[in-house]
């Protein structure tokens, strides 16, 4: 059996954004609360021998809330995995604690980067901040500056990603996306992430679903954007879960899906090991368990 990616839940159900898309809120806890929670340390060397020896390469810190609300449980995750020695070490972050707390995050940053990480995948709605703001930070008069992020990141030695959501209403179609993928190109991010929002069969949240059924892209909408790239850019890489990825004028530009099923025993997405010790590998089915 084969693993793409091993995704660490770091920190708790506790964030600082007001996504109304949230993933959290559709998906069961699965043992995951807001505060701090106790790590099954034993488990999570499980958890990593299990991914090295399926192949994984890439291990990526993710949350059902902001992982970076907790950068002490991040560096003790990052100590605890140095002996398996993963290539590639990712973080998705709606980055707002790092940019508003750049001083303090510094060093955090300079720490995980010592200790292997490689990439920040930073989650957008759009190029315009005040589109960004009304999603991520309603109760807020600004959004972060993102242009500056950036550049602090990559000034700490950090790939980073653009890990933008797609919503109608925000960035659904090809003019929109142009313009998106000329903002990374200027701001040297080394990958864009085109991940169209999206809803499990079933959600723990009516409100969150019902927003998110509203800005689902329509057929025509996807469509638009997939037959851009097709014709704007040369496709360098089809990877097993179905995403795509571009060059579209020297811009790199990964076409995604999320919460997708793959039911070959052959090739699993995730390994994704939550803070109790439990292994599953998706994220809205409790009985997709491992350990």
């Not at 059902?64 to 002996?83: D, S």
């Not at 060093?107 to 930073?122: C, F, N, P, Q, S």
């Not at 496709?235 to 097993?240: R, S």
């Amino acid at each position: 059996m084969r693993i793409q990616t091993f995704s660490i839940l770091a920190g708790s159900e506790a964030c600082n954004a007001r996504c109304p898309f949230c993933i959290s809120k559709m998906t069961p806890p699965l043992g995951v609360d807001l505060p701090e929670p106790n790590v099954n340390w034993r488990n999570f060397k499980v958890a990593c021998r299990l991914a090295k020896q399926s192949g994984v390469t890439t291990a990526m810190f993710t949350g059902k809330g902001e992982p970076t609300l907790f950068p002490k449980q991040i560096t003790r995750y990052l100590n605890e995995m140095a002996e398996f020695q993963f290539p590639l070490i990712e973080l998705q972050t709606n980055g707002i604690l790092i940019a508003e707390k750049s001083a303090v995050y510094k060093e955090h940053l300079k720490d995980w980067y010592e200790r292997g990480m490689t990439t920040i995948a930073v989650s957008i709605v759009h190029y315009d901040p005040e589109k960004n703001r009304e999603v991520y930070l309603p109760h807020k008069k600004s959004y972060i500056d993102l242009p500056g992020l950036i550049a602090f990141l990559h000034n700490t030695g950090f790939s980073v990603r653009l890990t933008c959501i797609l919503a109608s209403g925000f960035i659904d179609n090809a003019e929109r996306t142009t313009t998106l993928i000329g903002f990374a190109k200027k701001l040297g991010v080394e990958q864009l992430t085109l991940t169209p929002v999206n809803k499990p069969d079933e959600s723990e949240s009516f409100e969150t679903w019902k927003w998110t059924n509203t800005h689902h892209l329509t057929g025509e909408e996807r469509v638009e954007i997939i037959e851009y790239l097709k014709k704007h850019g040369h496709k360098i890489l089809h990877l097993p879960h179905g995403a795509i990825v571009y060059d579209v004028n020297g811009q790199n530009v990964c076409m995604n899906n999320c919460l997708s099923v793959n039911p070959d025993p052959e090739e699993l997405r995730n390994l994704i090991f939550f803070p109790d010790g439990h292994l599953r590998y998706y994220w809205q089915y409790p009985g997709s368990i491992i350990l």
